[in-house]
């Protein structure tokens, strides 16, 4: 079992630009959520996935968005790019109405 | 809302020696609580979790964490620690039982000395 995994694992971007973020789910799972944590502090939740369709959503500007399809991948989209942006961008995988979220490594973005 | 408070930010220790590190929580409703270890350039791993019964909960590796309501806390102990547990500990909390909208700490640096 190859766990939650991420990619890209790195990734350098202007102010202004678009990125996307991809994470697979661990085996089995169908629940997907995103979280951004910041350089010396705790992740905090963007969204969660479920059934291809937002099921809550964090304190995040629209600029972020996400996807999840039918094989329970899921995409994080942020548009227009700030400095701010610059994070470890984590992706987590549960059952639905399981308490236990597994993570993956985390895609680091630089927004430069 | 739900929010945690790590009150160290960083804590060292020598090898073998016990540690506490401490965590508050915030809530109006009851709550899941959780332990989260990350390691260097690793992601998040779940250490251990209290949903209900037993207020001490324990984890494979010899970490146990007491659930106290009326100090709304979740201090996370261990009596003799290693190098290997070198990590950042983050304290966390959850309104519902489906893993979403996990509230995290600000995470307490644990550096072990030999």
């Known amino acids: 079992d190859a766990g939650v995994t991420q990619s890209p694992t790195h990734l350098i971007k202007t102010r202004g630009q678009q990125v996307t973020l991809r994470c697979s789910p661990k085996?089995?799972?169908?629940?997907v959520s995103w979280y951004q944590q910041a350089l010396g502090q705790g992740p905090q939740f963007i969204f969660q996935y479920y059934e291809e369709e937002e099921r809550q959503r964090g304190n995040f500007p629209d600029r972020f968005s996400g996807h999840q399809f039918p094989n329970y991948s899921s995409e994080l989209n942020v548009n227009a790019l700030l400095l701010g942006d610059s994070a470890l961008y984590l992706c987590?995988?549960?059952?639905?109405?399981?308490?236990?979220?597994?993570f993956g490594q985390g895609t680091r973005l630089t927004v430069v | 809302a739900q929010s945690v408070t790590q009150l160290d930010s960083q804590v060292p220790v020598f090898e073998e020696a016990p540690v506490e590190l401490r965590c508050n929580y915030s809530?109006?409703?009851?709550?899941?609580l959780f332990w989260y270890v990350q390691y260097p350039n690793q992601g998040l791993q779940l250490l251990l979790k209290y949903l209900s019964g037993s207020t001490l909960v324990e984890s494979i590796n010899g970490f146990e964490a007491e659930f106290n309501k009326s100090q709304t806390s979740f201090h996370l102990r261990k009596p003799s620690v290693h190098i290997s547990d070198t990590a950042e500990y983050f304290c966390a909390v959850s309104v519902d039982s489906s893993a979403s909208k996990i509230i995290f700490g600000s995470g307490t640096r644990l550096s072990i000395r030999p």
């Open positions: 809530s109006s409703v009851s709550v899941y």
């Open positions: 987590a995988s549960s059952l639905v109405d399981n308490t236990e979220a597994f």
């Open positions: 085996s089995g799972h169908d629940t």
